[in-house]
């Protein structure tokens, strides 16, 4: 392995851990193979279906273990080198993991954090999240007994969820998904993220993905892109 490899196969297992994680607390099983992550049946919303973990996936192989006959099968082929076409995918978008170091400088924010600890908390956060979208009962309170997952909240002066994320632990990094804030969109939620981060976990370097104007931020913040990533969706 390469030492650019290694963030983008840290990111993708922590990723693939992510979706496993959400799965499970949808009462969906899943299962990893040394080539990918995969779930038989379909995954909850915004989590694919299959994450590759290492170059030279075999498309055929891979879309096997996956359903392809319901609406809205996915991929992420976290390198980028799978053409899945002749199993019926079309790319939906590409993107880039990012990674920050854990010896970048500690952020501090104006705003307040904790962790959700319990269903209220984690329902005030995902309502913040899904901000009027419907969406909000993605995140169950299953995901409280996950000892890797961290639903990071941060509050007004009030005490109301205006930003968060969520952070999930695996062996060598600490990734992070959901970003949002209600104010001022990610430029406004990556200072209080990143402040909790590195208070929970000081020693780990940050891993992620982002495109487009996102992936501008995330790098005002402090990230760098590693490698590109293409999420592959079912006709």
Known sequence: MTSKQ???????????????????????????????????ARTPLYCPD????????????????????APGASVKDSFADL????????????????????SAPAIASDL??????????????????????????LFRRELLDDPATFVLAGHSPGGRVIAGAVANRSGQVVGISNVF????GPDAAWPVVLEAVHWLFPTLPVVGYEHGDDLAVAVRH?????????????D
């Open 50 to 69: 299959a994450v590759t973990l290492v170059p030279g996936v075999d498309p055929a192989a891979l879309a096997a273990r996956i359903d392809i006959t």
């Open 181 to 184: 804030a209600l104010d001022g």
């Open 112 to 137: 307040a954090w904790d962790v959700a600890g319990d269903p209220d908390t984690l329902r005030a956060w995902a309502l913040a999240w899904d901000d009027g979208d419907g969406n909000a009962g």
């Open 83 to 102: 053409d899945l076409t002749e199993a019926g995918f079309q790319v939906l978008f590409e993107a880039q993991w990012i990674h920050r170091p854990a």
């Open 222 to 234: 402090g990230f760098e892109p590693v490698g590109p990533l293409r999420i592959w969706l079912h």
């Open 6 to 40: 290694f963030p983008v196969q840290a990111a993708a297992r922590n990723n693939a851990e992510w979706c496993a994680a959400m799965s499970r607390s949808h009462d969906l099983a899943s299962e990893f193979r040394e080539q990918a992550w995969a779930a038989p």
